[in-house]
């Protein structure tokens, strides 16, 4: 069964930066977009950033400019670079990768900014 593990959160002071990757444990077939959506506490979960299988990116207004994803030759990791961080940033980042047939999700990876 294909998993999608997540890695790169943690605690980082206003300004810092991170980097979050997604790898799929197994091959996904047809995946046509890949993205990264956050939720807050007491939020709704909310779109960061999604990237098509022809590299066309789309960023939350919120993160424009700050934040960049990419993915790997295979397309089968997916990262999201994260500067100039706000603690307005803070919550749990999970990526996803989307396919005709279903849309695969990964567990969740906390990001905090706090001095």
Do not use: H
């Given at each position: 069964?294909?998993?999608?593990?997540?890695?790169?959160?943690?605690?980082v002071?206003?300004?810092g930066?991170?980097?979050?990757s997604?790898?799929?444990s197994g091959?996904?077939?047809?995946?046509?977009?890949?993205?990264?959506?956050?939720?807050?506490?007491?939020?709704?979960r909310?779109l960061?950033?999604?990237?098509?299988?022809?590299?066309?990116?789309?960023?939350a207004?919120?993160?424009k400019?700050r934040?960049?994803?990419?993915?790997?030759?295979?397309?089968?990791?997916?990262f999201?670079?994260?500067?100039s961080l706000?603690?307005?940033?803070?919550?749990?980042?999970?990526?996803?990768?989307?396919?005709?047939?279903?849309?695969?999700?990964?567990?969740?990876?906390?990001?905090?900014?706090?001095?």
């Amino acid at each position: 069964q294909v998993q999608l593990v997540e890695s790169g959160g943690g605690l980082v002071q206003p300004g810092g930066s991170l980097r979050l990757s997604c790898a799929a444990s197994g091959s996904i077939f047809g995946v046509y977009r890949t993205g990264w959506y956050r939720q807050a506490p007491g939020k709704q979960r909310e779109l960061v950033a999604t990237i098509t299988s022809g590299d066309s990116t789309n960023y939350a207004d919120s993160v424009k400019g700050r934040f960049t994803i990419s993915t790997d030759n295979a397309k089968n990791t997916v990262f999201l670079r994260m500067n100039s961080l706000k603690p307005e940033d803070t919550a749990v980042y999970y990526c996803k990768f989307s396919t005709s047939a279903r849309d695969y999700w990964g567990q969740g990876t906390q990001v905090t900014v706090s001095s």
